[in-house]
């Protein structure tokens, strides 16, 4: 499957007539002619560090989760998915890396008791 990133000002056709698929990676929006993605592809795309972590924005009361490289990711399903990476640490629990990498690129993070 090959992925390729598309100019958000494309008249949103995909591969032969198709509709493309837009995310949202650390803020960019992003569009890939493809409906499934791995995790792999998606940092990939987004011209990421590949060795970073990759997580899905939960929706409404739903959990951030956590996207492995080879874990698929149907954009069919919801619209318009929204995505964040962060760095490999070696401290720390995962969800203070988490949280203190989206503080640094400049994420609102709220605390909820």
């Given at each position: 499957m090959s992925?390729?990133a598309?100019d958000?000002?494309?008249?949103?056709?995909?591969?032969?007539?198709g509709k493309?698929?837009k995310?949202v990676?650390?803020?960019r929006?992003l569009e890939s002619?493809?409906?499934?993605?791995?995790?792999?592809?998606?940092?990939?795309l987004?011209g990421v560090?590949?060795s970073?972590g990759?997580y899905?924005e939960?929706?409404?009361?739903d959990s951030?989760?956590p996207?492995g490289d080879?874990?698929?990711?149907?954009?069919?399903?919801?619209?318009?998915?929204?995505?964040?990476?962060?760095?490999p640490?070696t401290?720390?629990?995962?969800a203070?890396?988490?949280?203190q990498?989206?503080?640094?690129?400049?994420?609102?993070?709220?605390?909820?008791?």
């Amino acid at each position: 499957m090959s992925v390729k990133a598309q100019d958000k000002a494309s008249n949103g056709e995909g591969k032969a007539g198709g509709k493309n698929f837009k995310i949202v990676v650390d803020g960019r929006e992003l569009e890939s002619a493809e409906s499934r993605l791995t995790g792999l592809q998606i940092k990939t795309l987004a011209g990421v560090n590949t060795s970073f972590g990759l997580y899905l924005e939960g929706r409404g009361h739903d959990s951030d989760r956590p996207i492995g490289d080879g874990d698929i990711v149907d954009l069919e399903s919801h619209g318009k998915e929204r995505f964040y990476t962060a760095p490999p640490a070696t401290y720390g629990s995962g969800a203070q890396r988490v949280r203190q990498a989206r503080i640094a690129r400049g994420v609102t993070v709220s605390r909820t008791a």
